[in-house]
């Protein structure tokens, strides 16, 4: 018999009940819990009289709607939708008892920034969320998801999914990476060879030297997007960063506990022999930076490239790259470090991270944002915001000309007031480009951290490697 | 949920790939606290201008295509988020089957939980299925999940695959929450013995 990959061990240690035909119930160990997907699914639970079965298990925090300019501090969202979303939450958090971050919280933040910081995430965990993001949580070696409002209802009365397994798929990346690529050239790259669909039906653990070289914030950034690649989720297996990263975060294990969870833990790899359903090898060093041109994240070219003509692809994907085209405004054969920008902005669960902020600093020191531009930076939760401002890195930001705000999802999703206007083009660190998403008729180019940073400084698209 | 009968319906052509979730239902309708309403804005982006007026190219705008029941669409339809304001929106302009040569995983199990049929089929099926919508609607297409089967208008017939637990669910139209409830035993025994060997949890 064949070993067990990595999600194979979590899956089966989660297996609360199996039917004759494959159909499982899966124990659910974190359930997240954000404004926009769960109104309706605490409103089922009322209807037919439900508890939330395990609200020790359970986590809220708003995100998506929130706004993040510094007047929020008073605590109005002048939005009325908006408010009555939070306001929802808020009531729903406290009648059923669940743990809750709100907005006047420092520990407030995106779910998928919380979730790890405050050591509610750990390995071999499931984690579920009403939001496709909920990848991200793969980076520590567990098996995390996103679910629809539906589900969080499920999870909600029962703390269990109705699930058939997923298959197994390996991406490894060997090697080293080259100076100015990231983890969000990795991960965008990976999409670049799979496609948006290439994921579908599987569950992609991440492995090979690149990955192990990773900090757990660049394993996060990589996990985070597998979605895009339309994977269930992504993982990569605990290793010694890992638990490091852990360690001592206020809902980690102490102690006795601590040493339990770390025998387990460590067992918690791919074996061997483990059978593979597909697998992807992608080399670290020939990865460059990359950026999107088009309006699906599979859209991905190196910074060096032109923007392709719609006949070099094939079937569906010609007229949906005229399409792209059209919406995005750009012709075949531009240089993509020609394209002009008039807004950046960097954070999202993808890039909102300490790091993440250290990279751009690193770049804008010293450097004032390009006439013209709009550029902001929203930390992906208030304790980001604390630790930036520690660090001296706010000021940079500041007298560089950026917009340093509250956290929050903001401009990735657009859902609050932070959006584009109809025709322009934002350099930005967030993980969709979907027509629309930033802004009706906005056009989005996704990149890494430090690429959106040189974009902001140059006012185009610009090679991190040649900027100085 | 209501129960998934055999349906015979005007179906329309979305040959577009990756139709994300964003196009179906753009964010400024997230906002909502129901699951209600929402089919006045499927494809909202798509299917009207700033001002609101229709724009009248969109095949759902066209007057063949107002009572639509059934899309049929280009590969990896529902990419992108989990909302399931989607297939809510999609349920409520009155879609209930959809045929693609793939879906995004997060918006295919939700399209189960409301009533809707998601169906794969290969691409040389679905080609033939487009053009059959294409016809506009004096062409009905049958879709019968009992017997899992589509029927173009010319009688020509593909079989596809569906889940049996799922398929059982929606010609029932059962609540999957209530099927779990009566497993609690199970879920109260898994807790135990989690609790013992996992206690950090």
Sequence with gaps: ???????????????????????????????????????????????????????????????????????????????????????????????FGLHYYPVSDVRQGI????????????????????????????????LAHGIGTSEVEHVLATQTLIQKKSKNMKVEVTGKLKPGVTAKDITLAVIGRTGTAGGTGYVIEYCGEAIRDLSMEGRMTVCNMAIEGGARAGLIAPDEKTFEYVNGRPHAPKGAQWEAAMNWWKTLRSDEDAHWDLVITLKGEEIEPVVTWGTSPEDVLPISSVVPAPESFKGGKVDAAKRALEYMDLKPGMPLSDIKIDTVFIGSCTNGRIE???????????????????????PGSGLVRAQAEEEGLAEIFEAAGFEWRLAGCSMCLAMNPDQLAPGERCASTSNRNFEGRQGYKGRTHLMSPAMAAAAAVTGHLTDVRTFN | MDKFEKLTGIAAPMPLVNIDTDMIIPKGFLKTIKRTGLGVNLFDEMRYDREGNEIPDFVLNQPQYRETQILVAGENFGCGSSREHAPWAIADFGIKAIISTSFADIFYNNCFKNGILPIVLPQEQVDVLMKDAEKGSNARMIVDLEEQTVTTSDGESFSFEVDSFRKHCLLNGLDDIGLTMEKKPSIDAFEAKASQERPWV
């Design chain 1, 1 to 95: 018999m064949a070993g067990k990959t990595l999600y194979d061990k979590i899956w089966d240690a989660h297996v609360a009940h199996e039917a004759d035909d494959g159909t499982c119930l899966l124990y659910i160990d974190r359930h997240l819990v954000h404004e926009v997907t769960s109104p309706q699914a605490f409103e089922g639970l009322r209807l037919a009289g439900r508890k939330v079965h395990a609200p020790d298990k359970t986590i809220a925090v708003p995100d998506h709607n929130v706004p993040t300019t510094l007047d929020r501090i008073n605590g109005v969202i002048e939005n009325e939708e908006s408010r009555i979303q939070v306001d929802a939450l808020d009531t729903n958090a406290k009648e």
């Design chain 1, 111 to 142: 779910v998928h920034i919380v979730g790890p910081e405050q050591g509610w995430t750990l390995p071999g965990m499931t984690v579920v969320c009403g939001d496709s993001h909920t990848a991200t949580h793969g980076a520590f070696g567990a």
């Design chain 1, 356 to 378: 993440d902020l250290r990279e751009v600093a690193k770049i804008v020191d010293g450097k004032k944002v390009a006439d013209g531009v709009r550029a902001m930076i929203v």
